[in-house]
């Protein structure tokens, strides 16, 4: 069993900056990726960001240069910060883990997802 409690979504305008964060908890033996997806009103949800447990990270191209991704791995937390933000980037904001229950023998890779933080860019 796994929870995530996400924080930092809001309303801000453009050019502004928010600070996403997302805490994993439950009976965890070790937690891969951990990410960050959006998904816009009509739209299809969408990668933001990535980064793996040694710290290799992925952006999709429209947030670069603009988000940073970053983990705290001793407190399981995923972090995004998100600076010079568009209209174009409102959306709800889901985190993402590719974890490994403890006690689990085989070792298995899961996914799960938060119920999501909107971010709201406007003026």
């Known amino acids: 069993q796994v929870q995530l409690v996400e924080s930092g979504g809001g309303l801000v305008q453009p050019g502004g900056s928010l600070r996403l964060s997302c805490a994993a908890s439950g009976s965890i033996f070790s937690i891969n990726a951990m990410g960050w997806y959006r998904q816009a009103p009509g739209k299809e949800r969408e990668l933001v960001a990535t980064?793996?447990?040694?710290?290799?990270?992925n952006y999709a191209d429209s947030v670069k240069g603009r988000f940073t991704i970053s983990r705290d791995n001793a407190k399981n937390t995923v972090f995004l910060q998100m600076n010079i933000l568009k209209p174009e980037d409102t959306a709800v904001y889901y985190c993402k883990i590719n974890w490994t229950p403890r006690n689990d023998w085989y070792r298995t890779s899961l996914d799960y997802w938060g119920q999501g933080t909107q971010v709201t860019v406007s003026s």
């Open positions: 980064i793996t447990s040694g710290g290799n990270t």
